[in-house]
């Protein structure tokens, strides 16, 4: 689907979650190479997903997977952080470009403060790590607002959209492209 957006000249990316035996396959970085290779797809879209439990379960096997697929050119992203039981210590040695903040966090951000600091210092902590945050679980304009003045540019939920087809994501994209931009006051 990648290479036909591609051909289509949409530059999207596509995710795919990595499971914990994965991140411990030796030969994961040459077959993912390979696949893009065959598809004609560039490595820089394709964004793979590992949660922090995975990437704990063998932290020193999964490190030298993440480094040999960041290498290649794959965007890696951290999903559902804040729900692992990762170290900040080893969160500065993987190679991610991303983190994906839970919903937990998200959904509870413009209701309780707690949430909001979290978010926010999460924000600030993966600007000076050299990554940058996605939310999850955005579900209304309240919080996509709040989000914007924590400089967190990009979300993703049903506020946007529910999950579609592949075939109806160009005209989800223009839907969205075509809203108002929200305020921020």
């Known amino acids: 689907q990648c290479a036909a957006w ?11 979650n990595l499971s914990m035996c994965s991140l411990l396959d030796a030969a ?8 893009l290779a065959r598809a004609k797809v560039s490595p820089r879209r394709l964004a793979l997903e590992i949660t922090e439990s995975a990437a704990m379960s063998d932290p020193r096997t ?4 993440l ?8 965007h890696l992203s951290i999903d559902d952080y804040g729900t ?7 969160l500065q040695e993987m190679p991610v470009e ?3 903040l839970d919903k937990s ?3 509870k951000l413009v209701r309780h403060d707690a949430s909001a600091a979290i978010v926010g210092s999460t924000i600030r902590l993966a600007r000076k790590l050299g990554m940058y945050v996605v939310a999850e679980g955005v579900e209304d304009a309240g919080t996509a607002a709040a989000l914007r003045r924590m400089n967190c540019f990009a979300a993703q939920g049903y506020w946007f959209s529910p ?8 005209d989800v994209i223009a839907e969205i492209e075509r809203r108002p931009a929200l305020q921020l006051s």
């Open 28 to 35: 994961l970085p040459a077959d993912v190479g390979m696949q």
């Open 163 to 170: 999950p579609v087809d592949a075939g109806a994501l160009p």
């Open 6 to 16: 591609q051909r289509d000249g949409m530059g999207l990316t596509v995710a795919v």
């Open 98 to 100: 991303e983190l994906k």
């Open 67 to 74: 480094r040999a697929l960041s290498a290649s050119g794959v």
């Open 62 to 65: 999964s490190l030298d997977t």
């Open 105 to 107: 966090f998200i959904g």
């Open 84 to 90: 692992g039981h990762s170290s900040l210590a080893y």
